[in-house]
């Protein structure tokens, strides 16, 4: 009842918020279903590393909607700071907080897991086609605590995600909490770069046959271990890089002597560097790198079936929408701001001519990102 009192004072963002966390966990959950229906159907006999194989196909699709779930979570003291001031002031702590935003979270994702048993039971009901009834496990017995156990999974994962989310600081009513602008440790600000570094001089090393060769999934062919394993850190190396080209990128804006415009687009760049970096970076890299995969899937290798696209695409969507929900959490952080700003004479145009000029400088940097992840990707499957 408690969260039923809470959702009746959602707003739009809030409900969004919510059910974007359902309709990823609804997503993962058919996919940890489908490799239960597979595993219902495989004759006697069948390796179990072939089960496991496509259980493995499921963990990406589940840390994607954790790290969903955490940013979902961690939005809500910036866009609620009334709600989580008045629990406080009942006496709630942050950790009682942050478990009372987990059991959301948590409910979120059963509502989404249980929408999906629901359609897998009725699939399985003599409704799925010929395609379908492999995929559901259709005609043999299903024991009635496996989907339960597997659908688990995904509210215990998102509620343990939410609750680590981020700190939520004591708040009195009528105390605001400014978060101050955030900035890169300078073991990471070396540490982004170096890995970047050491994965292309992998790939290189690989490219000349070092190392044995390494069977690649989703129909991707094969590759060096070394080559394999550059590509993945040199990927890895440019997310986490992502935050030191927008830094880079406000420092680039304010040089020299800048006017108005770019002073307030290079300053709002540097303070969102580090926030909104990771978020940004990751949709761009794994869209380079699926541009990639497209071309020598488009070149004769098929992807291997619909498994790796469709949790390649339920990856994409989660990072896309961790994304947008960083980007109205920074814009909510940049209101005092705005406000700050235009009591000292700024008018709408001269700030929505920054906000454009903001955006042009991070797409610029994201499309660095994406090229560099293309590149990258294909001289690893190369």
Same mark, same amino acid.
């Given at each position: 009842?408690? +969260?039923?009192?809470?959702?009746?004072? +959602?707003?739009?963002?809030?409900?969004?918020?919510?059910?974007?966390?359902?309709?990823?966990?609804?997503?993962?959950?058919?996919?940890?279903?489908?490799?239960?229906?597979?595993?219902?159907?495989?004759?006697?006999?069948?390796?179990?590393?072939?089960?496991?194989?496509?259980?493995?196909?499921?963990?990406?699709?589940?840390?994607?909607?954790?790290?969903?779930?955490?940013?979902?979570?961690?939005?809500?003291?910036?866009?609620?700071?009334?709600?989580?001031?008045?629990?406080?002031?009942?006496? #709630?702590?942050?950790?009682?907080?942050?478990?009372?935003?987990?059991?959301?979270?948590?409910?979120?994702?059963?509502?989404?897991?249980?929408?999906?048993?629901?359609?897998?039971?009725?699939?399985?009901?003599?409704?799925?086609?010929?395609?379908?009834?492999?995929?559901?496990?259709?005609?043999?017995?299903?024991?009635?605590?496996?989907?339960?156990?597997?659908?688990?999974?995904?509210?215990?994962?998102?509620?343990? #995600?939410?609750?680590?989310?981020?700190?939520?600081?004591?708040?009195?009513?009528?105390?605001?909490?400014?978060?101050?602008?955030?900035?890169?440790?300078?073991?990471?600000?070396?540490?982004?770069?170096?890995?970047?570094?050491?994965?292309?001089?992998?790939?290189? +090393?690989?490219?000349?046959?070092?190392?044995?060769?390494?069977?690649?999934? #989703?129909?991707?062919?094969?590759?060096?271990?070394?080559?394999?394993?550059?590509?993945?850190?040199?990927?890895?190396?440019?997310?986490?890089?992502?935050?030191?080209?927008?830094?880079?990128?406000?420092?680039?804006?304010?040089?020299?002597?800048? +006017?108005?415009?770019?002073?307030?687009?290079?300053?709002?760049?540097?303070?969102?560097?580090?926030?909104?970096?990771?978020?940004?970076?990751?949709? $761009?890299?794994?869209?380079?790198?699926?541009?990639?995969?497209?071309?020598?899937?488009?070149?004769?290798?098929?992807?291997?079936?619909?498994?790796?696209? #469709?949790?390649?695409?339920?990856?994409?969507?989660?990072?896309?929408?961790?994304?947008?929900?960083?980007?109205?959490?920074?814009?909510?952080?940049?209101?005092?701001?705005?406000?700050?700003?235009?009591?000292?004479?700024?008018?709408?145009?001269?700030?929505?001519?920054?906000?454009?000029?903001?955006?042009?400088?991070?797409?610029?940097?994201?499309?660095?990102?994406?090229?560099? $992840?293309?590149?990258?990707?294909?001289?690893?499957?190369?």
């Amino acid at each position: 009842m408690f +969260y039923l009192r809470l959702a009746r004072g +959602y707003r739009v963002l809030d409900l969004g918020r919510w059910i974007l966390t359902a309709a990823a966990a609804a997503a993962t959950a058919a996919l940890l279903l489908r490799a239960l229906g597979r595993a219902l159907v495989d004759p006697p006999g069948t390796a179990v590393a072939v089960s496991a194989a496509r259980l493995g196909w499921c963990l990406p699709a589940l840390a994607a909607t954790g790290w969903l779930a955490a940013s979902c979570a961690r939005a809500l003291p910036d866009r609620r700071p009334g709600r989580v001031a008045g629990l406080t002031a009942a006496g #709630a702590g942050p950790l009682r907080i942050r478990l009372l935003v987990a059991g959301e979270t948590a409910l979120a994702c059963a509502a989404g897991s249980l929408l999906a048993l629901v359609g897998f039971l009725v699939l399985r009901n003599d409704i799925a086609g010929a395609e379908l009834a492999p995929e559901v496990g259709m005609g043999a017995r299903l024991p009635a605590a496996a989907p339960l156990t597997l659908l688990l999974a995904v509210p215990l994962v998102a509620a343990a #995600a939410a609750v680590v989310a981020g700190p939520l600081r004591d708040t009195l009513p009528g105390q605001r909490t400014e978060r101050g602008v955030q900035s890169l440790g300078p073991l990471r600000a070396a540490a982004a770069p170096a890995a970047v570094a050491v994965g292309a001089a992998l790939e290189l +090393y690989g490219r000349h046959g070092g190392g044995g060769r390494l069977h690649l999934p #989703a129909g991707l062919g094969t590759a060096t271990t070394a080559g394999a394993a550059g590509g993945v850190l040199a990927l890895l190396g440019l997310v986490l890089t992502a935050p030191l080209l927008l830094a880079a990128a406000g420092r680039l804006l304010v040089a020299g002597r800048p +006017y108005t415009v770019r002073l307030l687009a290079g300053r709002g760049l540097q303070a969102e560097a580090v926030r909104l970096g990771v978020p940004l970076g990751l949709p $761009a890299v794994l869209a380079g790198a699926a541009v990639a995969a497209g071309q020598r899937w488009a070149a004769g290798h098929g992807p291997g079936g619909v498994l790796p696209v #469709a949790d390649a695409a339920l990856v994409g969507l989660c990072a896309v929408a961790v994304a947008g929900v960083r980007l109205v959490g920074a814009r909510s952080a940049r209101v005092p701001r705005l406000d700050l700003v235009r009591r000292m004479g700024a008018g709408t145009g001269l700030l929505r001519r920054a906000a454009l000029v903001r955006a042009g400088a991070a797409g610029s940097v994201l499309l660095l990102a994406a090229a560099g $992840a293309a590149a990258l990707t294909a001289a690893a499957l190369r």
